[in-house]
């Protein structure tokens, strides 16, 4: 079955990069996948695989029913691109202004599509049914898309037993890919702070009560927060990353605005982060007599995967490519949606290595200039199609 599936892999290799190459073209963002949708439905229909769409307005489930009893595994995709002017003068790169599949989800659907496809030619092969998730407005956070479609009842009908999620990684190599037991991202937390004081001219501060000046404290100690209330062995980070105030060199202005994101692993360490947060800056707003204004949005949760399916994603990855596609990585505090699926659903999120062998061509996710490997599709489909049989055979064994 393992040279079957690589095969087939091989085979539809120039369909899948023509599909990928199509959502290149054509990136909607989060919310207005609309048109993304509707070509996802007529390849679905193309290739004879039944489809639910319309789930939290555009996601789509496809259902690939095997001709033996089983369990559910689901494999999800997202669709959403970034608002993101590309500069990467590619032959299909964006028609949309404004709009860029800068994080690869482009890749994403078409490896889902690639394996859907293979799954349905080999329902001989399948001990129950593969669920193929195309979610929408991954790059939306605090809200996502991942939620609203639980909430739409995606799963009302098939609940799944176990569910993956894949996510191209320029930083691994093409053919390597990087797979953790248990932390894999992080949460994304994000904060805007609204300093007021009173303005004046910059040569009498003493009748002023200097917003710059509290905002410059006010970032200084949020540092503290990592540096000395939390555990130094858990990674964590507080990025003010907006400051907007002032409108001349020689005024003090009435207001400062931050902004900014928190990166954490564990509840009890966002918890803790949050509380110290709120304590330093209302503290420090104090000390100079400044009124404070504090929003504070919890965003995505921590990507924490099951390491029995963790396990299972490395023995097929391993299986399939040998030892060597699988080295230690490191987990990454950027955060990710399907996390919430984690939430509700045992299962894992991996990354798929994509590094260009071309140095000039190696950018990072979200950078106006990133461009997918388009070698590591193959890879992609190969491990999405091979995990998939084999945890429905692993759900039977335990049944």
């Not at 490896?111 to 001990?127: D, E, P, Y």
């Not at 609940?159 to 990087?178: A, E, N, R």
């Not at 104090?286 to 921590?302: F, H, L, R, S, W």
């Not at 097929?316 to 399907?338: M, R």
């Amino acid at each position: 079955m393992i040279e079957k599936i690589k095969q087939e892999s091989e085979h539809i290799k120039e369909e899948v990069i023509s599909l990928r190459r199509h959502f290149h073209k054509y990136p909607e963002r989060s919310l207005e996948e609309f048109e993304t949708a509707k070509f996802i439905e007529n390849k679905l229909k193309e290739y004879e695989i039944p489809y639910r769409s319309g789930i939290a307005k555009t996601g789509i489930l496809a259902v690939i029913e095997g001709e033996k009893e089983g369990g559910t595994v689901a494999l999800r995709a997202d669709m959403d691109a970034l608002p993101v002017h590309e500069e990467t003068a590619l032959p299909f790169a964006s028609k949309n202004e404004g709009a860029m599949h800068a994080c690869g989800h482009d890749a994403h659907m078409a490896i889902l599509l690639g394996t859907g496809k293979i799954l349905s030619k080999n329902k001989s092969q399948i001990k129950g049914r593969v669920l193929l998730v195309f979610q929408p407005s991954e790059e939306k956070s605090p809200v996502g898309g991942a939620k609203p479609m639980l909430d739409d009842g995606v799963f009302d009908d098939y609940q799944p037993d176990v569910i993956y999620g894949l996510h191209v990684w320029p930083d691994l190599p093409v053919g390597q890919f990087g797979i953790r037991d248990a932390e894999m991202m992080g949460a994304s937390d994000s904060f805007s702070i609204t300093i007021a004081g009173t303005g004046g001219h910059a040569s009498m501060p003493q009748t002023t009560r200097d917003p710059i000046l509290t905002a410059a404290h006010l970032i200084v100690n949020l540092q503290s927060i990592v540096s000395r209330s939390l555990d130094p062995l858990q990674a964590s980070v507080v990025t003010t990353s907006m400051i907007h105030g002032g409108s001349a060199r020689n005024i003090i202005p009435n207001e400062v605005k931050l902004e900014g994101s928190i990166r954490t692993y564990q509840k009890e360490i966002k918890d803790k982060l949050k509380e110290r947060f709120f304590e330093i800056a209302e503290g420090v707003a104090e000390v100079y007599q400044n009124d404070i204004q504090i929003e504070y949005n919890d965003g995505y949760p921590a990507t924490i995967n099951t390491p029995k399916w963790a396990k299972l994603a490395r023995e097929s990855v391993v299986e399939l490519f040998g030892k060597k596609a699988t080295p230690e990585v490191k987990p990454s505090l950027a955060a990710e949606d399907f996390s919430r699926f984690l939430e509700e659903i045992d299962g894992a999120f991996i990354w798929l290595g994509s590094m260009n062998e071309d140095e000039d061509m190696r950018k990072g996710l979200h950078d106006a200039s990133f461009t997918v490997n388009e070698e590591a599709l193959t890879y992609g489909v190969a491990y999405s199609t091979y995990v998939a049989i084999k945890a429905l055979e692993q759900i039977d064994h335990e049944s």
